[in-house]
């Protein structure tokens, strides 16, 4: 069965570094989002991404985030200087059709000490 | 105000009992979807019940939706160890808000 895939799987990061996860959606897949969900709380929108632009992003999602396709495959999410709030599980989903069940990535911790 | 709360926050049952989970929300939906989450892994989805729906079932998963009670329930029928692990449901408002939102979650654990 098809899988969206997230690299790494764990990340750790110093404050103030730049980190970029790393997503595979499904390969027919044309809408993207990425959550994140810190330990023991829910999990949260982040941003979704349809047709190469931002369709909808959460208060979460400040000028620290970006998010980008840059060739057809991947789907990145950016976070130029990390804060120790960062530290959270984010996981990365797509779908065929809006309005639909979505395929969630296994996950990348990231822990920013 | 909080969209798609589950009750109980936990539950625990032998193996061969059904569980049942109750998610509530606030605001009109599209539809409702349930995802299951072991620990430390990624979600999976379940089972997705529009707004039209009232009931929708697959496999040993029956949903129920209640549009004028703003709730919903996931029934596993005939539980098993492996059923153990977190269950989400989350809201989709449709329209131009291509966002769920997630309640805080029902920890299943089914004992052998």
């Known amino acids: 069965e098809p899988e969206v895939t997230q690299t790494p799987s764990h990340q750790v990061t110093q404050m103030g570094q730049e980190v970029i996860l790393r997503c595979v959606p499904i390969?027919?897949?044309?809408?993207f989002y990425w959550y994140r969900q810190i330990l023991g709380q829910k999990v949260e929108f982040l941003v979704s991404?349809?047709?190469?632009?931002?369709?909808?992003k959460s208060e979460i999602f400040d000028d620290q985030f970006s998010v980008e396709r840059p060739d057809g495959s991947n789907f990145t999410l950016k976070i130029r200087s990390t804060k120790l709030e960062d530290s959270a599980m984010y996981f990365c989903?797509?779908?065929?059709?809006?309005?639909?069940?979505?395929?969630f990535g296994s996950g990348t911790r990231l822990t920013v000490v | 105000s909080q969209q798609g709360e589950e009750d109980p926050q936990a539950l625990s049952i032998q193996e061969g009992e059904n569980a049942t989970m109750n998610c509530s929300y606030k605001?009109?939906?599209?539809?409702l979807q349930w995802y299951r989450q072991n620990s430390g892994r990624g979600l999976v989805h379940l089972i997705l019940?529009?707004?039209?729906?009232r009931e929708k079932h697959s496999g040993r998963l029956r949903v129920t939706l209640d549009t004028s009670k703003k709730s919903s329930s996931l029934l596993i029928t005939a539980s098993r160890a492996a059923d153990t692990a977190s269950y989400f449901c989350?809201?989709?408002?449709?329209?131009?808000?291509?966002?769920?939102?997630f309640g805080s979650g029902t920890q299943l654990t089914v004992l052998p």
């Open positions: 605001t009109s939906i599209n539809n």
């Open positions: 989350a809201t989709d408002a449709g329209g131009s808000a291509r966002q769920l939102t």
């Open positions: 989903a797509s779908t065929r059709r809006s309005l639909e069940g979505y395929t």
């Open positions: 019940i529009r707004s039209n729906e």
């Open positions: 991404f349809y047709n190469n632009e931002i369709s909808e």
């Open positions: 390969s027919n897949h044309l809408y």
